[in-house]
């Protein structure tokens, strides 16, 4: 059964959370601050998290930032906030996607279905490695190595530099990208790609600012090479 760690110290809306993700099957364990957000990540098992941005001791981003230090379990972030840096904020930090308050049950558990389905998808190819220039792309064990050294990578960064690599030097629009990674169904916004892309190239192009792997097509999307 998977398991879901949601941290909020809104109690009522945790209490509400809880009970409609497992009317969905998951298994759900709580917490109320920023600082048990860490802990329980740290020494629990959890195939999902679920984080408020504004909390007490620590906020959601610092929790996020903290957890990204050892974990790269999905992270999805509740936000009250509607001011755009926030959003972006929370995605920089590591956060593979996001939620405004207030929402339905019914969107959080789309996002978290979503979400649980595309990182936990199996490979039908039967190419362990994807090898391009300095890197290997190993989808068994969905890491990426450049030059011979790991680069930490969430499960969204894995997806999409999978997405690029298996497709090379192919424009992909940012609705194509936005529907091979975070899938058809997905209803949320469409910058979500532009600020996943901006994360990934800091950790795998030599210069982000003046990217070679992963380039802009400017007015459409982005390709895998120049």
Known sequence: ???I???DDERLLVKGIKFNLEN???EVETGSDGEEAVELARTGRFDLIILDLMMPKIDGLQACMKIREFSNVPIIMLTALTQEMDKVTGL?????DYVTK?????ELIARVDALYRRLGAADDSSDD???SGPFVLNKRNRTLDKNGERVKLTQTEYSLIKLFMETPGRALSREDILENVWGADYNGELKI????IRRLRMKVEDTPTVPVYITTIWGYG?????
């Open 222 to 226: 982005y390709k895998w090479g120049s």
């Open 5 to 7: 760690l949601v941290v």
């Open 24 to 26: 969905e099957g998951y």
């Open 92 to 96: 920089m930090t590591g956060a593979d």
């Open 193 to 196: 790609v532009d600020v996943n």
């Open 129 to 131: 490695e994807i090898e």
């Open 102 to 106: 207030p929402f339905s049950p019914s």
């Open 1 to 3: 059964m998977p398991k």
